[in-house]
């Protein structure tokens, strides 16, 4: 089975673009989490999809949004990119029906802004 | 809300030796999940062992057990036989009952080093 698929693995993007970063999930999977994790603030929970509804949502700014396919593939979207935004965006999916069942990461998507 | 702290921002260990990595958690729930992840520099984040809290007994999966106290809201891993491999960031992490959704609470990480 394969895992968590994040595209693109690097980006760099300059200040004020927007960007959209990737997930596929696992198969079968219809919880989609996504993270931001940086070395001042470590690993904060951004929002969670479960069959394409935003299920969680982190204190992020307006800015972070994001989506959830009928497939069950997540985007993720930030725009007006600012310099605190470089961070390492971390997806993880689950089956998402009970509490027990444990997240599968994939490899991430390092942002850097210039 | 919840809070995960883990004080050692750093740990170093012999191969074949035992570690423990500390974490404590601030919640007023009773029911919740509790977590470790290893993260090696490839990033992938790993799942290592899961703690439900209501369950007395404490997990363990091969060379990784934790020591779950409740009432002191103290959740440590201990790695048994430690292994080159085993060299990572360790993240300690928290998820409520109260919703239904996945959302997980970590911990600032301890990063383990392993001496060969």
């Known amino acids: 089975k394969a895992g968590v698929t994040q595209t693109p693995r690097y980006l760099i993007k300059t200040r004020g673009q927007q960007v959209t970063l990737s997930c596929s999930p696992i198969?079968?999977?219809?919880?989609v989490s996504w993270y931001q994790q940086t070395p001042g603030q470590g690993l904060q929970f951004l929002f969670e999809?479960?069959?394409?509804?935003?299920?969680n949502k982190g204190n992020f700014p307006g800015r972070f949004s994001g989506r959830q396919f009928s497939n069950s593939r997540s985007e993720m979207n930030v725009s007006t990119l600012e310099l605190g935004d470089s961070a390492l965006y971390l997806c993880?999916?689950?089956?998402?029906?009970?509490?027990?069942?444990?997240?599968?990461f994939g490899d991430g998507t390092r942002l850097s802004i210039l | 809300a919840q809070t995960v702290t883990q004080s050692q921002p750093e740990m170093s260990v012999q191969e074949a030796e035992t570690v423990t990595l500390s974490c404590t958690y601030d919640?007023?729930?009773?029911?919740?999940?509790l977590f470790w992840y290893k993260q090696p520099p490839s990033r992938q984040m790993i799942l290592v062992i899961r703690?439900?809290?209501?369950?007395?007994q404490n997990a363990t999966e091969n060379r990784f057990s934790v020591n779950f106290q409740k009432a002191a809201k103290s959740f440590s891993l201990k790695i048994s036989d430690s292994q080159l491999g085993d060299a990572a960031m360790y993240f300690c992490?928290?998820?409520?009952?109260?919703?239904?959704?996945?959302?997980?609470?970590f911990g600032g990480g301890t990063r383990l080093m392993v001496k060969p």
């Open positions: 999809y479960f069959s394409e509804t935003q299920r």
């Open positions: 992490a928290y998820r409520t009952l109260n919703n239904a959704g996945n959302m997980l609470t």
């Open positions: 198969s079968g999977h219809r919880s």
């Open positions: 703690q439900e809290a209501y369950k007395q």
């Open positions: 993880a999916s689950s089956l998402g029906d009970t509490p027990n069942q444990p997240q599968h």
């Open positions: 919640t007023s729930e009773s029911d919740y999940y």
